[in-house]
């Protein structure tokens, strides 16, 4: 059992556009027109260990992150001087103690070319260490000493899906549980982006319909207050080249007549 940061198959010039499902780490040659928030973000990283990247449905937070800034990351970690950035991404679904121990135990390199033989184990003491107290992720990370002195991120992707559940949990017998997990999942996020002996970040993407679910937990709007991104429109311009910049990277071309069409045309749905 191993996840690796996105294993989304990438667009190609066959294919260079995503459709509806939002763009992927493997997508990152085909994304365009949101340079200049992914720089913005990046920025962030500086100013502060907690960032919420906030926006309506299908704003293009998940996308701006994992096709925007976890490659510009990487691009940091692979030049010299940079820092080494390690990254996870998880979603909290109705585990999120559980699913955050399948994405740390990603970060467990492999053994000549295979998977670590004790991989199951160490993922237990991982999860062991989650459930311990609030303080339980700093413990976890000593549980993979072969990221020690990395800076890492930890992407937690539609973190509004720790409401939907808490919803949905109201008629189930866990209910008392699940609450209690959820609340002990963002003590760790809250804990361990204090922790000024670690260089680790935790940005969370989130709907902004569910900004006010976030009094549900202690010291989280208050961090996501501290340092918020909002995902913003595209300008027109912007647009465009989200339109042009991949049928151009395939080698391709599109009349300006059909682009200045869907430009329009995009334009007048958004202006209802």
């Known amino acids: 059992m191993r996840l690796d940061k996105d294993v989304q198959s990438g667009l190609s010039a066959e294919r260079p556009f995503p459709g509806l499902r939002p763009f992927g780490y493997g997508d990152r040659d085909f994304f365009f027109g949101r340079e200049d928030q992914i720089f913005a973000l990046y920025r962030l990283l500086d100013l502060s260990r907690f960032i919420a990247v906030i ?8 996308s701006l992150v994992r096709a925007g800034l976890l490659p510009l990351i990487d691009q940091e970690a692979a030049q010299s001087g940079g820092r080494d950035w390690r990254s996870v991404t998880m979603h ?13 135990t990603g970060l467990i390199p492999l053994v ?15 999860l062991h260490a989650l459930k311990r107290s609030s ?9 993979i000493p072969e990221i020690k002195g990395k800076a890492l991120l930890i992407v937690v992707d539609q973190f509004e899906e720790l ?12 209910d008392s549980r699940w609450r209690d997990e959820s609340a002990n999942f963002v003590q760790l996020l809250l804990e361990i982006s204090r922790d000024r002996t670690r260089s680790v970040h935790v940005l969370i993407t989130m709907r902004s319909d569910f900004i006010g679910d976030c009094a549900q937990f202690h010291g ?11 995902a913003p429109s595209l300008t027109r311009d912007q647009r465009e080249d989200v339109i042009r910049k991949p049928i151009e990277k395939a ?22």
């Not at 080698?251 to 209802?272: C, H, M, Y």
């Open 55 to 62: 926006g309506s449905s299908g704003s293009g937070k998940s």
């Open 92 to 104: 909290p679904g109705d585990a999120p103690l559980s699913e955050l121990a399948n994405a740390l």
């Open 112 to 126: 000549n070319g295979r998977e670590d033989p004790d991989l199951a184990v160490r993922r237990d003491r991982i």
């Open 135 to 143: 303080f339980g992720l700093s413990d976890a990370l000593d549980e």
């Open 163 to 174: 409401f939907r559940y808490a919803g949905s949990a109201r008629d189930r017998i866990g």
């Open 220 to 230: 989280l709007p208050e961090a996501v207050s501290a340092a918020q991104f909002l």
């Open 251 to 272: 080698s391709a071309a599109i009349d300006s007549a059909l682009v200045e069409r869907l430009l329009n045309d995009v334009s007048s749905e958004l202006d209802q």
